[in-house]
Antibody, heavy 118, light 107 residues
């Protein structure tokens, strides 16, 4: 069965960096685009970024463009999100999600909490 | 940037039909998807490509999309359907867009 397991969250000071990972299993990882989606406490879903199956194409939400970088290692079945220059408003649960070949996401991880606070 | 608008809340009696709308400019020209999220849980895809149900999603969930509005319909609503529901679409300029979410209450 499809499993997505995020890790790397925690408490970080404003302006610092953090890298999230998402370990994928149960499907052919290199055949699917992958997304990061976040949810601030008590708020709705916000799309963060998407990466194509071979990693050649990436797209970002305006709110993170220039600060966050999505990447993948298909040899390790792992998705990454490098987050730099973190701000308080980046505080959220970050989910990785598998693309359903139509920009919807048919499987989601359990999420990892990132708290940006001094 | 592209935006999707949902009502903040919808209430329905058990066994009745719940309809949740999602509006956006020419949304009918795009594929709409819907997610269910219960407290403390990850989102679950319940409708994709306007009206398709993933494996394991009950038949009481259906979707439509035309003009500027997509609609999620839950027939014979059950207490277990109480959750937050989010619509989603893809815009060529903005990327993936989510609606603000609708809290469905089953009274």
């Amino acid at each position: 069965q499809v499993q997505l397991v995020e890790s790397g969250g925690g408490v970080v000071q404003p302006g610092r960096s953090l890298r999230l990972s998402c370990a994928a299993s149960g499907f052919t990882f290199n055949s699917y685009d992958m997304h990061w989606v976040r949810q601030a406490p008590g708020k709705g879903l916000e799309w963060v970024a998407v990466i194509s199956k071979d990693g050649s194409n990436k797209s970002y939400a305006d709110s993170v463009k220039g600060r966050f970088t999505i990447s993948r290692d298909n040899s390790k079945n792992t998705l990454y999100l490098q987050m730099n220059s973190l701000r308080a408003e980046d505080t959220a649960v970050y989910f990785c999600a598998k693309d359903n070949r139509d920009s919807s996401s048919d499987f989601w991880g359990q999420g990892t909490l990132v708290t940006v606070s001094s | 940037s592209y935006e999707l608008t949902q009502p903040p809340s919808v209430s329905v009696s058990p066994g009745q039909t719940a309809s949740i709308t999602c509006s956006g400019d020419k949304l009918g020209d795009k594929y709409a998807s819907w997610y269910q999220q219960k407290p403390g849980r990850s989102p679950v895809l319940v409708i994709y490509q306007d009206n398709k149900r993933p494996s394991g999603i009950p038949e009481r969930f259906s979707g439509s999309n035309s003009g500027n509005t997509a609609t999620l319909t839950i027939s014979g609503t059950q207490a277990m359907d109480e959750a937050d529901y989010y619509c989603q679409a893809w815009d060529s300029r903005t990327g993936v867009v989510f609606g603000g979410g609708t809290k469905l209450t089953v009274l």
